[in-house]
């Protein structure tokens, strides 16, 4: 039995290849996570989502230069990219609810809300203001 056997989130034949992956360990990079999921299909892309903060001074400045920058501590969400769908399907299987070091995983499709006509932050502004 698989990891991930039995779990309640599958992928459907959505024709959807990236994964979002939660609850990673904080010293996971992208390296290593394309690693760990190649196990499943041959991964095109990883990612994970690191958090930022503004510099200090930015709000003086207010200078094109002035940009939030990277701290380097991971959010524990990063997403994966497989070659075809039938890939990010088997590891959505085999993945959710399995164990990297000692962090559990949630792994779904990623949600596609703009396909499914919900609006994006910008528009939902643009409505309101």
């Not at 698989?2 to 996971?28: F, M, Q």
């Not at 930022?52 to 990219?81: K, N, T």
Request: net charge positive.
């Amino acid at each position: 039995m698989s990891p991930g056997e039995g779990n309640a989130i599958v992928a459907r034949d959505s024709g959807e290849t990236r994964l979002c992956i939660k609850n990673l360990p904080k010293h996971c990079d992208g390296a290593r996570l394309r690693e760990h999921f190649s196990a499943r299909g041959e991964v095109t892309d990883a990612k994970v989502l690191r958090t930022r903060r503004e510099q200090a001074w930015s709000w003086l400045m207010r200078a094109a230069d002035a940009h939030p920058v990277s701290d380097g501590r991971s959010r524990q969400i990063a997403f994966v990219g497989f070659k075809t769908a039938a890939q990010a399907s088997e590891a959505v299987r085999y993945f959710n609810r399995s164990f990297m070091d000692t962090s559990r995983l949630e792994v779904a499709v990623r949600p596609l809300l703009r396909l499914l006509g919900a609006p994006s932050r910008l528009t939902r502004a643009a409505a309101a203001g």
